[in-house]
């Protein structure tokens, strides 16, 4: 049967992709419907669905996971970047007396610029486009890591010479591009993917965050065991060579992809909504420029993408303070070991960590397209409650259990990869509009960064006045709190193309 291109273009449409990469058969299609039925695809183009006419469903996917490992290699760099800087943090306060408010200011500076880039690059993206907010974020990144490894002393207010102005100002630049990635990445991956793929594509996208935390471990360890010493008399060049090079060694990576992105394409999806409005869309975007109207029309979808990914980075900051349980119990960070040891000790560590988290990742992109977005979110909160509660309740024994600590310790990361921490990454994406896609996912994890400024703030006071185990109590509340919010406010997307959703 013959249909026009009026028809493919029917927002919902189940059997095509909104027709972007279909072409009509109708005589009177337009230039601009023409155009959008041709297989245009590059990264970050339109990718056809698993019916279109130009392409087999084997090249659709050839063409995604290439998709995947230019917006993964950003990813890469960013989740590098963010955990090689608390090896650094440590190497600075053991080698050149950084006090406690100087790796405060360092460590804020990146966070504020994480939270400023998420919102700030997702209305850039919604405004100006995809590929322009993908090229500008990495830019940055890789600018910031280089000018990190470059830091510089300065007099600090006690008169002394540290580097810590200069690197919380890098760290700062650094951050708004790290944060910018995250609507950017998602809205890309989500936009180019057909609706068969795009739940795992995304999910893979996010997961490669595990290789960065990963490779910062293993850089950390390597640059530790090789260069550092505690020999006062070369330990000055050698230490400070050791954290710049842990910098410069972030860049890398956005280097290697800076190309790819430069001469990517930009997603159809946008131009089809936003450049080409009037033709696919009755509704103008200058609807969404008020805030008030953004609130009011999507306010209830942004409390649930938002506030899981609030409650989840809370709960999940539990997981660093019963680490120090864990390395104690394992031998790792004792008192009486020197300073190189405790450094060579805590890379050693965060590469175990990495490993331990690496299985959930895989385990989200096998079952987020069979059980789906939202039921593996609230299973997920579920679990890591369950788990909170059985160590609060058995952790004056289990430090005499250390292997019984490690498991649950290891679980805990299973099931905040495999359930929140992939989806409310995943979640966000597919649930708005184009129009305002990248910035309600810039919002969204904007509002998980402040969780986990909630989280390192209350729980650290709150393990001060009743101890580890009210801690876990408090943390299983908020995780099942987190699985109510997801069952009442969060939408299920699977199965559904992204206009079926919207």
């Not at 027709?19 to 245009?40: H, I, K, L, V």
């Not at 864990?326 to 965060?350: C, E, R, T, Y």
């Amino acid at each position: 049967m013959e249909r026009s291109s009026t028809e493919l273009t029917v927002m919902g449409q189940e059997e095509e992709e909104v027709g972007y990469n279909s072409t009509s058969t109708s005589s009177s299609s337009s230039p601009a419907e023409e155009r959008m039925g041709e297989d245009r695809y590059k990264l970050g183009g339109g990718l056809e669905d698993q019916k279109g006419f130009n392409s087999t469903e084997t090249q659709s996917l050839r063409k995604s996971l290439f998709g995947i490992v230019v917006s993964g290699v950003g990813f890469f760099s960013d989740a590098y970047d963010i955990f090689i800087l608390n090896i650094v943090l440590l190497i600075l306060e053991e080698r050149e007396h950084l006090n406690t408010f100087e790796k405060g200011q360092i460590s804020s500076a990146a966070l504020l610029g994480a939270v400023v880039g998420m919102c700030i690059f997702g209305l850039i993206a919604d405004k100006l486009g995809r590929k322009k907010g993908f090229v500008a974020t990495l830019t940055l990144v890789v600018l910031g890591a280089i000018a990190s490894s470059l830091a510089f002393y300065t007099p600090n207010i006690s008169g002394d010479h540290s580097v810590a102005l200069t690197l919380s100002i890098f760290q700062l630049f650094m951050g708004v591009g790290i944060g910018g990635e995250y609507p950017l990445s998602a809205t890309i991956t989500a936009e180019s993917a057909p609706s068969k793929w795009r739940g795992r594509l995304t999910a893979a996208v996010f997961s490669v965050q595990g290789l960065g935390q990963l490779a910062a471990g293993i850089v950390g360890f390597v640059l530790i065991a090789t260069l550092d010493s505690d020999t006062p008399k070369d330990g000055a060049f050698q230490d400070s060579l050791v954290w710049r090079i842990c910098f410069a060694v972030g860049a890398i990576p956005g280097l290697c992809m800076f190309y790819f992105r430069l001469t990517m394409k930009e997603t159809e999806r946008f131009t089809s909504s936003v450049v080409n409005s009037p033709v696919h869309y009755p509704v103008q975007p200058s609807m969404f420029s008020s805030t008030f109207e953004f609130l009011r029309k999507y306010g209830w979808k942004l409390l649930g993408t938002a506030g899981s990914w609030l409650l989840f980075d809370i709960t999940f900051y539990a997981n660093s303070l019963f680490a120090s349980t864990v390395l104690k119990s394992i031998g790792i960070g004792g008192a009486d070991n020197s300073p190189h040891q405790k450094l060579f000790d805590i890379a050693k560590w965060n590469i175990i960590i990495a490993c331990m988290a690496l299985p959930g990742y895989w385990l989200a992109i096998l079952v987020v397209e069979i059980i789906g977005r939202k039921n593996l979110q609230i299973f997920g909160f579920v679990m890591i409650g369950i788990l909170y509660v059985l160590i609060g309740a058995l952790l004056p024994t289990l430090s005499k259990a250390p292997a019984v600590l490690v498991v649950l310790y290891g679980l805990t990361f299973l099931f905040s990869n495999c359930g929140p921490n992939t989806t409310t990454f995943v979640i966000p994406a597919e649930t708005f509009p184009t129009e305002v896609r990248a910035r309600a996912h810039g919002i969204s994890a904007a509002a998980g960064k402040v969780g986990a400024v909630i989280g390192s703030i209350v729980m650290a006071i709150l393990l001060d006045v009743a101890g580890l185990s009210i801690v876990m109590y408090v943390s299983s509340g908020i995780a099942f709190l987190g699985a109510l919010v997801t069952d009442v406010l969060v939408k299920e997307t699977m199965g559904k193309t992204l206009e079926q959703i919207t």
